[in-house]
């Protein structure tokens, strides 16, 4: 009696172990059709390209000038200090800018006027916090916003956000950059960013997120 629950414990266990395989690869195959979110844009309150990568001001310009939305938030992320790489530019005379002020003027650069630009946030270093300043800086709720980010961060972002705003609409929307494989494991940079989303996103629905000391300092 105890030899045959025995094997039948062992192969309920083998039978799950196999079905838990075969699921995490169908969802590894289709992994980045399901991190790449790009909905509709429609018309909404406010524009929001993330921080991570200017190409995201330029399809945030373009929504804009299409008239989806009449303010474009600009996303105060920590900044870095400069690398020694950067000093020898500055020493070579390469024009630098004020904080934020590049990103600003490439928005502006591209039709969005400047009084149509909010900043929001204050040294913010993850999508979390990101999510956190805006909902701080807006003061309501009930908003429809249109992020703009990478497609392999889209659908992160999109979880993140619909968790911050729970009576918002929130539409995702990306520029080309940053578009994954969809065989991904044949493409390095592509491998690396599914990686790298699959691990934040595990880690951010079991409840972690990365935050900095300095996001409520003036």
Known sequence: MIVKTLRL??????AATILFLVSVAGLLFWAAD???????PVTADY????????????????LYNEGFAPVVMFSRAKLF????????EKEFGHKTYKPYGFGKKVLHHLGVPKNAIQDFG?????????????????????????????PYHARRAKIIFQKVFPEATILVTSPPEGTMKKEWWKDQVSAQNLVME???????????????TDVHSP
Request: net charge positive; aromatic share 10%.
């Open 34 to 40: 399901w991190f790449d979110v790009n909905d509709v």
């Open 9 to 14: 414990f062992l192969q309920t266990v083998g």
């Open 122 to 150: 204050n040294g913010h270093i993850s999508t979390v916090e990101e999510a956190e300043a805006l909902k701080r800086h807006l003061n309501k709720g009930k908003v429809t916003m249109l992020l703009v980010t990478s």
């Open 198 to 212: 699959l691990m934040k996103t595990a880690y951010f629905l079991l409840g972690g997120a990365f935050r900095s």
């Open 47 to 62: 524009i929001v390209p993330l921080a991570g990568g200017y190409h995201r001001l330029f399809k945030a310009a373009e």
């Open 81 to 88: 200090p400069l690398t020694r790489l950067d000093k020898i």
